[in-house]
């Protein structure tokens, strides 16, 4: 019953990433090429955050992966985890960024299409199959910022554009995590902290690259 709720939950995310790609694929007016190189980032990187998570666990849970390695199959991924994945995407990205060996504006850009989308797929799996009332205060707020991310791009920089979709997520999800027992994202609980970590160090990322310190922003 466990492993069968345990794939479940795996077929559900793998799902709505799909429909997120697809989404991205049909609703972009980038050049086929284009749209196929950025989903080829995307998915390297998907991977590659999915290699992350597993190593987090790993380290988090050093000790009986030491006595017993496949002990730590039987462990589930928690928030930690997905936290420290994080961390070692944005360490990738800003080396790859360093190396220009992609331009990580129009990454990201790319990433909030595919991002959103997914989530909103998720949330409305987990409030309307799965009975998770929890779901519809993020559902909410994920419908808000896919609206505005339509509205807005093309329109606005993309430096302004991040800055508008991280600002508007972190806040959301800040109220979401004080009036809410729990704040997920793909299942993953989501700590105020984090959050707030997440917001401070991106909004500083962004103010640098406007001001010109690196290049490559539009």
């Not at 069968?4 to 793998?14: F, N, R, V, Y």
């Not at 709505?16 to 989903?39: A, E, R």
């Not at 666990?57 to 002990?71: G, Q, T």
């Not at 797929?121 to 609206?147: D, R, S």
Request: proline fraction near 3%; charged fraction near 10%.
């Amino acid at each position: 019953m466990v492993v069968t709720s345990k794939l479940m939950s795996i077929g559900i995310i793998a799902l709505s990433i799909t429909v997120g790609f697809i989404y991205f694929y049909i609703m972009n007016d980038l050049p086929k090429q284009q749209k196929k190189k950025h989903i080829g980032d995307l998915t390297s990187q998907l991977i590659n955050f999915i290699i992350f998570i597993w190593i987090g666990k790993i380290i988090l849970n050093f000790s009986i992966f030491i006595k017993d390695p496949l002990a730590i199959l039987a462990y589930p991924s928690n928030s930690d985890a997905f936290y420290l994945a994080v961390l070692f995407s944005a360490i990738i990205l800003v080396y790859r960024s360093k190396r220009n060996q992609m331009d990580v504006p129009a990454f990201m850009e790319s990433f909030l299409s595919v991002f959103l989308t997914a989530s909103l797929l998720y949330e409305f799996i987990q409030l309307i199959w799965n009975n998770n009332t929890y779901a519809f205060g993020y559902l909410v707020l994920l419908c808000v910022l896919l609206v505005l991310f339509l509205l807005i791009q093309g329109r606005v920089t993309t430096s302004s554009l991040l800055m508008i979709m991280l600002t508007g997520w972190s806040s959301g999800m800040m109220l979401i995590a004080y009036t809410q027992p729990i704040a997920t994202v793909f299942g993953y609980m989501m700590d105020p902290w984090f959050v707030g970590l997440l917001f401070i160090t991106g909004s500083i990322v962004i103010v640098k690259k406007r001001k010109g310190i690196k290049n490559g922003w539009n």
